[in-house]
């Protein structure tokens, strides 16, 4: 049976709408202003956005997933000239955010419908991304790919020199998800920086929520800055050996 694809009104913004899959929130796309973004996480990666490059500056994006596109038309609205590259694998999800939320003729965005791990082998072989964000959710589960270090090798190959990986996690508490797909990009490359950014409750395992991962070799000392500094609140950075022992455990 296919999905129940629905829009809910947003009652904090006359423009708002939350995009629902089988009743599970999906994403949030504020019509009139997609600067304006509503979930905790998807702010914590549009700092990522905002701090990798100067105010405007264009930059080349990769989202695995789709969704109602929330972060690519943040990008287009606030790096004009930006080429970006979405993919989902759900043709008939697509259509109906097109067609209810119609990206602008000239945001340099590109939609490719295809299964996340196709996509990173059938883009061309030299394209390379400043960006790639993988927010890969099926109402509110995760494909398994998502932990193996196989998956994220292929992601983390597409980096430009100095650019990032972002990786949503959706977890229960006690972070399973968080652990097995952050060791995921470890194993992947042993030699990338890497550091988890969230509510402190979610990232001890306490609480259920939302945590986002960004990688690289080398990430900017401003956009650590900017997720230590612009919330949303409460906040907190594991990095080293404070995020060692959420991956591996104590020794």
Same mark, same amino acid.
């Given at each position: ?17 939350? !995009? ?5 929130? +999906? ?8 600067? *304006? ?21 264009? !930059? ?23 080429? +970006? ?6 043709? %008939? ?29 059938? !883009?061309?072989?030299?394209? *390379? ?23 994220? *090798? ?9 650019? !990032? ?17 952050? %060791? ?37 000392? *401003?956009?650590?800055? %900017? ?25």
């Amino acid at each position: 049976m296919a999905p129940r694809i629905e829009f809910e009104a947003d009652v904090f913004s006359s423009t708002g709408l939350t !995009l629902l899959v089988d009743g599970a929130a +999906q994403s949030h796309v504020d019509a009139a202003d997609p600067t *304006r973004l509503f979930f905790e996480y998807v702010r914590r990666i549009g700092h990522v956005v905002d701090a990798m490059a100067d105010p405007g500056a264009p !930059l080349a994006v990769l989202h695995l997933g789709g969704g109602a596109m929330t972060l690519a038309r943040y990008v287009a609205a606030t790096r004009p000239g930006s080429a +970006q590259v979405v993919v989902d694998a759900d043709a %008939r999800l697509v259509a109906i955010v097109r067609e209810r939320l119609p990206l602008p003729s000239d945001a340099g965005i590109a939609v490719m419908v295809a299964d996340a791990r196709d996509a990173l082998d059938r !883009l061309p072989p030299g394209e *390379r991304f400043d960006l790639v964000i993988v927010d890969l959710y099926a109402r509110l589960e995760a494909p398994a790919f998502v932990d193996e270090p196989a998956f994220m *090798r292929l992601a983390l190959d597409r980096l430009a020199a100095g650019g !990032l990986l972002v990786v949503n996690v959706a977890d229960a508490a006690g972070g399973p998800r968080l652990a097995a797909q952050a %060791r995921a990009v470890a194993r992947a490359d042993p030699a990338c920086d890497l550091v988890v950014v969230g509510p402190p409750a979610v990232l001890a395992g306490a609480e259920e929520g939302n945590a986002v991962i960004v990688a690289g070799r080398g990430i900017p000392p *401003r956009v650590l800055e %900017r997720l230590r500094a612009a919330g949303p609140f409460p906040v907190e950075v594991l990095e080293g050996a404070r995020l060692d022992v959420v991956l591996w455990g104590a020794c």
